[in-house]
T-cell receptor, first 116, second 114 residues
Framework: AAGVIQSPRHLIKEKRETATLKCYPIPRHDTVYWYQQGPGQDPQFLISFYEKMQSDKGSIPDRFSAQQFSDYHSELNMSSLELGDSALYFC???????????????FGPGTRLTVT | AQSVTQLDSQVPVFEEAPVELRCNYSSSVSVYLFWYVQYPNQGLQLLLKYLSGSTLVKGINGFEAEFNKSQTSFHLRKPSVHISDTAEYFCAVRATDSWGKLQFGAGTQVVVTP
């Protein structure tokens, strides 16, 4: 079965640089979520999109922005990177249209961002 | 707002022994409850979920959890663990009236030894 695809899997950037993370949800999933997981920490919700519109916002820095495109893939743009941005960034997708997998979020493998 | 407390940061257990991971939550609104597992350097995989109905929920890999509304708990159990169950386990909640964001607990590291 198709899963959530994230690219790149690993990314190394220097401070003050910009990074773009991409997420391709499971086909026919209409909602995408972004989470940030720091070393040894639990995932923290950043932002979500439903049908290409921002649906919810969490603890996302103003330096970060995201959008969902017409093909439902999503991109997380991170500018003026700081050392503290080093983390695992997960994308998840879901579809709440009913069925046995309603309300389940399917997570991608994550993008490991290292800021040096 | 919701919060999730996982009462044990690490649980050592011998192979074929039972294990219980404790999760308590607080919320001013109704919630859905989830348990996820994360193997090293991998994403999160759903073990089971509670939406409504029977308070005993069975999931994948022999795991089950019981929802206790009065105690606001959702403890995860497995009667006999394998070495391959060594992983980080996260309890998570989602408000039923939300757009779906998950609030995770701090996680419980399960280490299974022979």
């Amino acid at each position: 079965a198709a899963g959530v695809i994230q690219s790149p899997r690993h990314l190394i950037k220097e401070k003050r640089e910009t990074a773009t993370l991409k997420c391709y949800p499971i086909p026919r999933h209409d909602t995408v979520y972004w989470y940030q997981q720091g070393p040894g920490q639990d995932p923290q919700f950043l932002i979500s999109f439903y049908e290409k519109m921002q649906s919810d916002k969490g603890s996302i820095p103003d330096r970060f922005s995201a959008q969902q495109f017409s093909d439902y893939h999503s991109e997380l743009n991170m500018s003026s990177l700081e050392l503290g941005d080093s983390a695992l960034y997960f994308c998840a997708s879901s579809s709440d249209l009913g069925g046995t997998d309603s309300y389940e979020q399917y997570f991608g493998p994550g993008t490991r961002l290292t800021v040096t | 707002a919701q919060s999730v407390t996982q009462l044990d940061s690490q649980v050592p257990v011998f192979e074929e022994a039972p294990v219980e991971l404790r999760c308590n939550y607080s919320s001013s609104v109704s919630v859905y409850l989830f348990w996820y597992v994360q193997y090293p350097n991998q994403g999160l995989q759903l073990l089971l979920k509670y939406l409504s109905g029977s308070t005993l929920v069975k999931g994948i890999n022999g795991f089950e959890a019981e929802f206790n509304k009065s105690q606001t708990s959702f403890h995860l159990r497995k009667p006999s663990v394998h070495i391959s169950d060594t992983a980080e386990y996260f309890c998570a909640v989602r408000a039923t009236d939300s757009w779906g964001k998950l609030q995770f607990g701090a996680g419980t590291q399960v280490v299974v030894t022979p």
